[in-house]
């Protein structure tokens, strides 16, 4: 059985009702400047206070303000004084004979004579008896866990004997200043001071729980056992480094292993906090004895500070869920960089240009800026000016600073001097869930005259697509192909694509004719040919661990190879050698979709593959695409 104090909850609800009494709902005073509308001033925070006593309490206005009522508010089951009519006032309160012992909240609420409402700031009085107790005891004899994390609260009992009366009673010190609380083997169960007992590891421990007043003390101790588990975490808690707010962190991973000698299956895997979760252990399941899963972890701060949460395994072979602490510290989230304009905005590698803007920083840090994907090393930094020398390798395309991890808008600038080639300027991608429609922005503007590509995987075969954007631009289909092998409903996975696009921000959306899960990754490319871009395609599918489209024969030097590979269930994907995945939809390990690109030096064969950690049916499909001429 497990016992808790529920004591404190209901002082919320005696504090609203003291308002009620008070007056109707009216402005509240807004903050006086270095004075306090309504002060306890008399007992001091801290004050020891015995039960049954009645406490004299002073409550002044240092504001200096007129009231017309005020009343001194405990939490349950300390209650509401009597109204006074002015300040300075005085009140008895009466603290009950059977109250728990340890920390206690008193307030003062009051009205003003013009009618606004006022509240102090809150004192702790500590309620303890003055004499030894006769006698200690707790809630529970013992305790057994069988999952790390799992928690009970022991509730910790004194009897006290009146010597004159010899007529005993006995009172509730699980919060008592008094009390502390130890573990004999913290790896295998800890306890805080409110007397909750947390299941760290196999094992035995003992919980000593000790009272001590005046140099005399008694102590009780409570056996803890922690079974041997069926099923295992590692690690046992995850703490995630400084996470600007809004932001999201980089993985961190849980892996579940069964380590019972039968088979097992993960039921539910889920976080409550700022965090989030994918997994493959549902889908695993049943693990086998010695098999495992993996939970993989992101943090998102909502605010700044310690942020705390769980993630909770429930499973066949425990009756309680695992339960993996959370730990994150959130960050304030800088401020997005914006570059207003560069000068000049054309030259050859070498070139130092001057990128003005606000929010830079004033220092590099660990701030950068690149040309197209290339890293520059910047010369000057201020918060407002950054110079920088075009870096060797650049090509034609954005430059953006990134200061915090937050990225600027992208600001085109053209490379001179070079034979430029087909160069990817930025991508995203998204699993929009279940939907018939999804639009996802790029992060930075696109430049005049560049390409896009959008490579899609629906979840149903006989899919019709459209594909828009906010710029107007025009999408042509470039190859389309039904997945049959994904039963029962297969998969359509597509590429399209537009050229000599308009400069701007811009917003991709992707329509299909049959609800289903979409998937999709737009990219936007430099120095692909402005019309009739489009060279040849292939496209298969297939079952086993090395997708791959067919061949096709490219007509000319320098082209785009652009694969879409997509499977039937999570995997992880392997680009083979000269392509590069640009993205996974949705993250490793849950990925079900890819686009990865190659630039063919010349002509001939080429085809799209890719090598995954596990068989699975899949699809693929290649479109290659011509560069602009110089």
């Not at 709902?25 to 903050?31: E, K, N, Q, T």
């Not at 004192?123 to 009970?152: H, K």
């Not at 009673?169 to 409110?194: C, H, K, M, P, Q």
């Not at 079974?227 to 295992?232: A, G, I, N, S």
Request: hydrophobic share 40%.
């Amino acid at each position: 059985m497990t016992y808790k104090r529920t004591y404190r909850l209901p002082g919320a609800l005696a504090l609203l009702l003291a308002r009620v009494l008070l007056v109707a709902l009216v402005p509240d005073i807004a903050s006086q400047a270095q004075q306090p509308a309504l002060q306890i001033t008399v007992p001091a925070t801290g004050t020891i206070v015995s039960p049954g006593q009645t406490l004299s309490v002073t409550v002044t206005s240092p504001a200096g303000l007129a009231f017309s009522q005020v009343v001194v508010i405990g939490e349950v089951p300390i209650g509401m004084s009597t109204i006074a009519t002015s300040v300075p006032a005085q009140f008895s309160v009466n603290i009950p004979s059977q109250i728990a012992c340890g920390p206690h909240m008193l307030t003062a609420e009051g009205t003003t004579t013009t009618g606004q409402n006022a509240e102090s700031a809150s004192i702790m009085i500590d309620v303890e008896r003055s004499d030894f107790p006769a006698g200690l005891s707790a809630s529970i004899s013992g305790l057994t866990f069988e999952s790390q994390g799992e928690q009970s609260s022991l509730r910790m009992l004194a009897t006290f004997l009146d010597s004159s009366t010899l007529v005993s009673s006995t009172l509730d010190v699980t919060e008592s200043t008094l009390v502390s609380y130890a573990s004999s083997n913290a790896a295998v169960a800890t306890i805080n001071t409110s007397g909750t007992v947390t299941a760290t590891g196999t094992g035995n421990a003992m919980i000593t729980l000790t009272y001590t007043q005046g140099g005399q003390n008694i102590k009780i101790s409570v056996p803890v056992t922690v079974v041997y588990p069926m099923v295992t975490a590692s690690p046992t808690s995850l703490t995630f480094p400084g996470q600007a707010v809004g932001s999201t962190s980089a993985t961190q991973q849980v892996t579940m292993t069964n380590v019972s000698n039968g088979v097992m299956s993960v039921l539910n895997v889920g976080v409550a906090g700022d965090f989030s979760e994918t997994d493959n252990c549902i889908t695993s399941s049943p693990l086998a004895a010695g098999g495992g899963c993996t939970v993989n972890v992101t943090f998102s701060p909502t605010a700044t500070g310690s942020r705390t949460g769980k993630a909770n395994i429930a499973s066949s072979a425990n009756i309680v869920p695992i339960s993996i602490p959370l730990t994150g510290t959130g960050t304030a989230t800088p401020p997005t960089p914006t570059i207003t304009t560069l000068n000049p905005t054309s030259g050859a590698i070498g070139t130092s240009v001057t990128i003005t803007g606000t929010n830079f920083g004033a220092t590099q840090g660990t701030g950068s800026v690149n040309f197209n994907g290339t890293a520059a090393t910047p010369t000057s930094w201020s918060a407002t000016s950054i110079i920088a020398p075009v870096p060797s390798g650049a090509t034609t395309g954005n430059v953006l600073v990134t200061v915090g991890g937050v990225v600027s808008n992208g600001v085109n600038f053209t490379v001179q001097g070079t034979t430029n080639g087909i160069a990817l300027v930025q991508f995203e991608g998204s699993d929009a869930g279940t939907t018939t429609s999804y639009s996802l922005p790029f992060d930075s503007n696109n430049a005049a005259g560049n390409w896009i590509a959008v490579c899609i995987r629906a979840g149903q075969s006989g899919q019709s697509f459209t594909v828009t954007d906010s710029r107007g631009n025009t999408y042509h289909n470039a190859v389309q192909f039904n997945d049959t092998l994904d039963t029962p409903n297969g998969n359509t996975i597509a590429i399209f694509y537009t050229e000599n696009i308009a400069a701007g921000a811009n917003t991709v959306t992707v329509s299909d004719t049959i609800s289903g899960t979409l998937r999709f990754v737009i990219l936007e490319y430099s120095g692909v040919a402005t019309a009739n871009s489009l060279d040849v395609v292939a496209s298969a599918q297939g079952s086993g661990t090395s997708p791959n489209s067919g061949n096709a024969t490219t007509t000319a030097n320098g082209d785009l190879l652009l694969g879409a590979i997509a499977t039937a269930d999570p995997a992880t994907f392997t680009a083979p050698s000269g392509f590069t995945i640009r993205e996974f939809v949705p993250a490793e390990p849950g990925t079900k979709l890819v686009a990865e690109d190659k630039i063919q030096t010349a002509a001939g064969s080429a085809a799209a593959t890719a090598s995954l950690s596990a068989s699975d049916p899949w699809g693929a499909l290649l479109a290659a695409f011509k560069k602009a001429h110089p």
